[in-house]
Each structure stands twice: as C-alpha cells, then as structure tokens.
C-alpha cells in the first residue's frame, strides 16, 4: 500500500500497549461494576427484589388524563407545535425554531425562515443542546442571600423589600457607586433601558464583559476603515479563502451560514468540476483547519507576521495599494519572505493574484487588531471587499473592548468606598483576567447576581437571584448580520427566573413591568400608529424582522498610520527559542466560555478534532510530546508570569510546535454536579496581558497522568490481528481524492477498495414496492461540527453515560463521528477526514442473523428496526455488527449507578421529574439491558406517513427529515426514498463519488458516501491510488474477479 | 449401554417436560384472559358521566367531544368548557344537579378534572387515532358500543395479537368513511364483499411490522 496514511489515533499509529489493551477486550471490562458492592449490599438487592415479585401480577399503574378546563385555541393534546424564538450567545442571536409538546420544548432547530441561515433552519451543537440546560436540575431555583458565609434561600418578593430601599438611595444619588455589569448583548430592549439608567443616573457605570469576543476585528477595522465593523464572508462567492488562524466554520456567531455557503462552493465540483480552495495558517487544529485544502501549521503569535510577509510578497510581484495605503509599501519592505522561512507563501501569493476579485482574506478573532487591518487592506487591493467581503459598521462605536471594560470594572471595585455591583449573566469571577483576583475584589462590595447558575460569581455575592432560561423568557436580539429577532418564551419559567431586562427595571425602581411589557414597548414606540399590533405578530411568527439585517458596505481603506501597525506586529514577534512556548486561549467547541458546563450533552459531546469527552487539556504537538517525553493524558506543568496549571497534555497531530493550546471553561468551581471535576481551569492562567495568546511560557512535564476519555478508538472495526491491514484499509473506509484526480477519473472512488463480485446463497426480500428509505453522506461537505449527533441525542432520548462509562466505552450516542488523520503525523500537513455514522441500515444485515429473540428485524421499506420489548440484551447483534453502531443501554432511565448526577455514590435510577419533561414523548425511552441504534427517526416517518395517508396522498421528497439531516449546516446528509429516481438520495447514490462502506460484506447497506475531495494547488506527487493490481499483496485472492 | 439406574430418568425428564408444557401452556392461557387483559376494566370516574345518556339517548356525535379524534394520536378527553358549552344552558332537576357538580366545580376554578384512563396502551405502542378513523374503522370496533355504557369499561382486549388480527385482516371491520361514529351500523351486504371492495377503494395496506407501532 503506498499513497497517503491514514489512522485514526497516535495511539492506533503507534500500537501503543494501552491501545492494544482497549482493543482486546471489545466491550472493555465489565466487572468493576461489581467490585464496589459489598456481600451486604448484594444481599439487600437480592431481598428488595424478592419483595416485589410477591407484587407482581396487578394491573399497571392507574394513569390519570387531565384536560384542560378551557383549552388555548388551536391547542391539540399530543401534537406539537414550533415557535421561533433565538439565544443569544457573545452578543449574537442564533434565531432558532423550537418544537413544543403540551407546552414543553423539546427540540430546537434553526429557524427555516430566518434570511441569516439563508431560510435554511440549521443549528449548531450549543444551540441545540440549551434545552438540557433549561430542564437542568441543577439550575438555581430561588434567590439566594449570602448571610454569614453561607446562601440562605429567600424569595424574589424578599429580594425586592429588601433592595428597594438601597437602590432608591442610589438612584437619588445619580447611581454614584452602582457598578453594572453584563455579558455583550444585542438586545435593544437592554439597550434602551440602559439608555434609561444613564440619563436617570448619570454617575451609575456599565461595563460588558465577554471573556471571547470579536473586540480586535472591530479595533482592526477601525484602523483600516476608519470605523469598527464587522466583517461578513460570503463565501459562495470565492474561489481562495486564506483563513489567517480564524476558525470560521466553528466558533462562529455565523458558522451555520458560513458552513452552508462553504459547503456548497465544495460541491460545485461535481456541478462544473470547481471547487473552492481553503488555505488555512493556524496553530491549534481546528474544524476550519480539517477542511483545508492546504493547511500550514504555525504559532499563533507569528501568524500576523506570516500575514505580513504575504503582503509584502504580493506587493513585489505586484499588487497595487489604494493610494490612503502608499505608505505601507516602505513598511512592508522589512518582512522579507525568504529569511523567515515561509516557503508557501510566493506560492499562495500567486494563486492570490491569480483569483483575484474571488478571494478573500480572514483574520480569527484572537489574532491582534493590526492583523485585522493589513487583512482588510489587503482584501480591498484583492478586490475582495464588495464581492467576497463585506462590513456592516459596529452599532456601538463608542463601547470600549471587553478588556478595557473588566479593567476599568477592577480599577472602580479596587477604589474606596462599597458599592453596589449588579451582575447581569456574567460569571467574571471565573472568567475574568486571572491577576484582577475577582472573587477578592467583588466580596468587597454588595453585589447582586443574576444568573442560571449559583455559580463561581454567585459564591461572593450579597444576592444571587436566579436567572430565566431563554426559553423562558421574552427578549430581542440581532443576529451577526444584524437581523432583529423577537426571544419569545416557550415555557413560564420553571423556577420564577428573572431577566436581566426586569432586574434593570428593578434597579430603576420599576417592580410592576413585566419582560414581555419592556419588550413591547421598545418596539411599539418604534412602530407607527395601529400598525404595532400585526407587525408584532408577525416578528413572532416568522422570528425575524423584515429588513432589520445591517446594511452590507464595502467601505475603502482610510488612511492610517500603517508604518506604526506594522511597527506594531514586528515589535510584538520573537522568533522561536528552544524549549520555549506559547499559550493559546481557545474557547471549547463544546462549554464555550465556560457557560455550558453543566450540559451532558455537550459534555459528552467528542470534540470534532480530538474526540476528547468529558475534559480538556493542553493541545501539543507531536515534536514537542517527544521532547517533553510525554504522551497524550501525561501531566504538564504549563507556567506563565508567575502562574501555573497542572493539565493533562494531548498529543494532536498537526498541531504547531513551540505552542500550547488551553481550551477555556473547563475546571468549574461551582456549576451543578455534572461539571463537578471536569477538566482543568485554564483561565487561572489567563491575564490582562494575554487574553489570547502568551508569547513566553514554560511548559514541563508534571508528575503522574490522567485517563483521558477520548473516543477515538472506541467502536475499531478490526480486531488486534487485522489491525495492520485495517491501516491500509483506512483510505478504503474513508475514501478522499483530489479534484484534479476526479476530473481525470470521475469514478476514482472504485480504485480506492477491489471490487468484489458479490453472490448472494438466498433471494433477498423485495422491496419494490412501496418507500425504500436510504441515506447519502457527502465527506466533502461534512466539517464535523457535530450539530448531527446532539440532534439525534435530542430527538431519540439518548441518554449520558458520564465520564467514567466513555472510558469503558459505553457512550450511546446513535450516530458518531469518526475522525481519520491522514499523512506523516510529523508533517506538518497532516489532514483530517470526518465520517458521520449512524446504523448503515444494511439490506442484509449481520446483525438480524444472529439475534436469537429476532428483536432487530426488517420491516417492509427495508428499515432496521430494534424492537427493544423483545431484546433480552445478548449482544450479538454488536458483534456481529461490522460498522459498530449498535448501543447497549447499560443505565436505568439514562441514570446508572455511576452516572455523573449520582456522583457515583448512590443509585439514582430515575430521571428527576424536571428531566423527564425534557424527554421526547414520540420516542420510547429505554432502560437498562437493551440494544439501541440510528432508527432512520422512525418516529418522523411515521408522523409524515400518517399524515400522506390520511390526506390521500403520496410523500414528497425532502418531507421527511431525519434529526441529523435536518440540522447539518453542510448539508452533507441526505435522506429519501430510493424507490423514487427522482429523489435527490437516488442522486447522490448514482453520483460519482458514491461508494458503499464495507462493500465486499455484501451486507447491501442503505448508506453512500461520497467520497471527500480536496483541491491542491498542485497534485500530490502519489496519488493516493491503489498503487497495485489487484489480486496481489492484499490476502484474500480467492473470490477476486480482478 | 446406560447404567440401570438411569431408567429412572426417562420417567422424570417425561415428567418435566409435561410440566413444563402445562407451564407454559397455563401462562400464556392466563396472558389472554380479560383478567390480564383488563377486559372489563370500569374504574370510578370522578365524574359519573353517562355516555349511554348524551352519546346514545341524546344522541352525540363522538366528535362532538373527542374533537382531535381525525387529526391527531390522541381523541383527546374534552375540556371543561365543551361540557359547560350545553351544561351552562341546561336546568337539571335537583337529583341530576349533584352529578354535574364537579364540572361546574371545576369550570369555577379552572382546575381540571382527572379523569382515569381506561384505554391503556403500554408507552412503546404508539397508537394514532386518526390512522384509523380517517381510514374506515369505526370507533365501536375498538371501543365496544360506548352508546350503550352507563360507565365505560374497556370491551376489548387491547393486546398487541389483537390489533395484528384487524391488521392482517382489515376486510373483517371496515366500514364507510361517513359510518365511522355510528355506533349500532350495519352493513347492508355480507361484512366481507363491503371489506373487501372497501380495502381496494381506500387502498387500505395496514402495516405489520414492528416499527409501525413501535418506535
């Protein structure tokens, strides 16, 4: 086998003992279950459940009905019903639709009518998961005061007899000594109210803190273009897209759109065989870096020079400057390509010019603002602002930067005198710059915090009162292209949750407005006479306002001093000093900031790239692990400016040498139970200094490891004996060619695996008529964002295992997502491929053969439907299952003995009452002892059968949606009926790229994929064919028909 | 060639496997009594409403009521206000007026009334109503004649062999769209030349695979 590698962990890559020992024992140790329970404790088992056999034999339990006494108009008992609504996050709606049953939210998607996701209803993994958050019991179910250290539960009306009073008294005083301060926010109803406070109490000081944030593009635009904007990619329309450490296509307010439009310049090759170009220039791996057609591994802080010297690169071969920017050329003239040893760069430099007017230039959020203005210069001199690239201005000009803002706020608490600090959702104690010491400061003065959580703030606070979920609340937000949307609630508030919008009317001494009160009124001023009422009702319905989206400008560049910002960038660079490092904040993929720590979805969630669950840790490369003599899950001692962290290190291949990536919002001190002990806090070494990125670190290696729960190599297909093979049959499973490749072999996929002739020993059944469900997945568009798995936990009930069961490799998740590296792992072009998968649906399926209760079977659209009431819990069926996508359900009700909730101390085998209305009623809960998997959603095909039969007609095509179809941003899964050639699954099955998994099995899978393509500037000097003929150097020879 | 004394054995394996068979025979005998099945099963509703008076003497059309019956899962119990909808215009003589009590009870404070469901299907059967009324089965057929019951019970057996039987044979309990709520209907022509000719009409195809009910 020659061509590309490809493999699936350095632990695989390596045949590491400890992986060698995973994969030995397929479901890995069961036994320890047991070991915890004492021979009285068996005893006392044994004794309960002879007790309640003597009970069996009555009838079930006696269930109620409860109508209502006046049912709300259009109201049905059982059906469900979506609203629009949107959560904001950082200061960004994500305007989402949420399906409601008896008036419990179950389910949230994006929002299909919204112009932002292009009236495509996609949403992403945080988004989804927030309905676990609002049914977390966890949450704070009543204002708390701090009464000699400790939080006595008091009760909102309380909170207001006992407030009014000091508040009055500041407000008197013009607000002097009122500290406010609040996450970044769209709201205009915040706005407006603040706008209230200022003029009511001039002397009262707000500050917005978000501890990630988009603050440099701003600042940078504000250089180049003479004002802050924000920038919006439109990339459908470019051809080169040179991302400069910006990970576009995953922490992104618009990543959903960025994704769809990204993935359907993807697709165009087998439109008119073009495609994009992705070149991507980071230091941490990130989702944007696994679609890189060229991805150049560096540290972060030399990432602005290299942006530099690509300027300067194309200035020599050319490029001419708006004339505001003349004085840049003499500038640039230091950053001379050649020394610094950027050898892609006179290559991308002429792939530039050669696409200009369809490239663009982007700069990620954590790189400096001065990286931000040489890009927007440089996009204006491509031609990409106006086409490529556009800017809508900031709203809010005149707000200083996040930083700024939690500086002055400690700089006022640090002065004399108490004073009264309101807390508005933020959580600075944890995630404020770790030299201000928040928590000391903070206990100083009388503060009250809202928030979901009694958390790390809450813990130093006077007053916690505790918060209203989104769903709970009424609300207003713009989305990232500025869209207005309407937060309407899907629910009262569980817990009698306050707003931020309503503590703020308390502060200004109003206690009778109610959130849905302020909101209307923000917007009925606005409204002209007797139109307020229809325009109200109709920004509900659709979630949006027609026409509210910013204006998309194309603004020149403004003169500035570009001398003193390349200045700026050379003065900051050091070159890199051995056994020296540097520190990369991140925010998560999946707690964000910190604010979702507490969610078992997300916690559970594997992380795109290094499929690490339940944690985080120190992203190193390989080079440097083998330096530091430490492999993935060794402790390091990683210390800056005094201060140190102890975190487990993971080695990630591809990542930059001479830098340390620390995903944020791990290592929580107070959140609820499920974040109790997860990861480690790596804001602890977070300063004002470096917010993102600390040129000098030291890293070294700690004492002792940690086991880290990643899933990578759970579910390997191949056992210790085939695994060498399995190595080589990786570009078989996961099958990628270049575009060049596809033009000249359209059907490149067929030269990846042999073709076996396939003989079948008995007549398949005959599914002719009637639907013949199938599913497609295009690798090219998959990023491997993840929104599909935490739809389909969402929509089948699946449940968490907890950190400890993923170890032992029993998650449940129905569909995953495997990740294959590809490459030398010591190159520093290692490249990813993502492969969703779900239960492959196979038309001759292995595992129905061997179930001895027939509790998987076929039903007649060829379904692989699990009948869990039959399943006696063998296992077979996982055996003998060649995809490993079959579950065992070892919990009671999501909760086994060693769930997180339980703390692994007591037996919690129910859901709490909160949880289970979070469950979706149209999907059987399942306990402990069966098989679950991917049913295709049955349950919403039945619902669109039901529906086409009663009404006598037939199902259209794309009526149907499975959960993890409908939320892909890409549009990588496609679901239908292959019955019907018109159908765009029987497409995508006679595309070109389409290949079936395992096909030499002749299990007759339901699934294609379609094969990922990349498109380099140049092809790859070996092609990742199969180098060989067939029949020689691949054992089996029988059977080939060559 | 087998020591004597295993003779003994033919004796007792005959004897275990007989026993094992009345076992096995007497379990699933007890599994379709109604005693198991709940055939029968009339609890006391806290409202002593009589469907024999308002569905049968007075004539009310099921749907009157159970409102959701042809658009969705559920029939759906009917809200306070549907009672009140006549019982707010009806004088009843002062026996009657205590029966209505709760309603009006309830129609007061807004509190709903927890009526016990009969009709029980275990939660992994996902049973839809509207599947089958919009499709030719009428409500007796499940039901029982409900326009006949001073207080329901369940008539039928619910069990999952039961609804395999109408699915495998639909013919045996089809009837036109326009008879669905009437309960005392009889077919005018032999049950099976109607089921049959009203099978093809409505090209009705009951599914008989696990996913159909199960999910």
Redesign the interface.
Known sequence: MTGKQHWRSLGELSDSPRFRAFLESEFPPLPEAWSASSRRQFLKVMGASLGLAGLTGC??P??????????PENR????PVQYATAMELGGYARPLLVRSYDGRPIKIEGNNLHPFLAQRGRADALAQAAILDMYDPDRSVNPLKRQDGRAVPRTWGEFLAETREPLAKLRAAGGDGLLIVSQASSSPTLAALRERLHSECPKARWFEYEPVSFDNEREGTRIALGAPHRTWLKLDAADLVVSFDDDFLMSHPAAVRYTGDFAAARARADTDRTMNRLVVIESNYSVTGSKADHRFAERASDVPVRLCQLAAELLKKGLKLPPAAATIAEALKGFDAGALQARYLPELADDLLAHAGRVLISVGPRQPAEAHAVAALLNGALGATGKTVAYIEAADAARPTHAAAIAALAQALGGDGRKMVLVLNANPVFDAPAELNFAELLSRHDAIHLGLYADETAAVSGWHVNAAHFLESWGDARAWDGTLSIVQPLIAPLYDGKTAVEMLAHVLGDEKSTAYELVRGTHSAAAPAGTFETWWQKALHDGFVEGSAARLKAPGVAEANWAAVLDSIRSAYAPPAEGEFELVFAPDYKVYDGRFANNGWLQELPDPITKLTWDNAAYISPADARRLNVRSGDFLEVAAEGRTLRIPAYVLPGHARGSVTLPLGYGRRSAGVVAKRVGFDTYSLRTASGPAVVRKASVKRGRGSRELATTQDHHAIDSALGRKEMRGRVPELAREGTLGEYKRNPKFVETRAHIFPLHQLFAGADYSQGPRWAMAIDLARCTGCSACVVACQAENNVPVVGREEVLRGREMSWIRIDRYFTGDPESDEVGVIHQPLACQHCENAPCEQVCPVAAT?H???G?N?M???RCIGTRYCSNNCPYKVRRFNWFYNHHGPKHPRSGGRWLQTKLTDIEKLGNNP????RSRGVMEKC?FC??RI?AVK?DA??N?REIRDGEILTACQQTCPADAIVFGDLNDPSSAVSKLFGNDRAYELLQHLNVRTRNRYLANLKNPVREPEHPAEHAQPHGSGHGAAEGHAG | MFPKWTNGLRVLFAGALGFVAIYVAGIVTFGFTPYATDVGYMPVQPVQYSHARHAGKLGLDCRYCHVAVEEAANATIPPTQTCMGCHANVTLDDARKALVEPILESYKTGMPIEWIRIHDLPDYAYFNHSAHVRRGIGCVSCHGRIDTMEVVYQDQPLSMSWCLDCHREPEKHLRPLDQITNMSWQPTEPQETLGARLRAEYKIDPPQDCSACHR
């Open positions: 009838r079930w006696k269930e109620t009905i409860v109508p209502f006494a006046s049912r049905i008992p059982g059906v079977v039903d007649s659209d379904l439907v009948v869990y009431n149209d999907v059987t809960v049913t049955v349950q039945n039901i039969k009663n006598q």
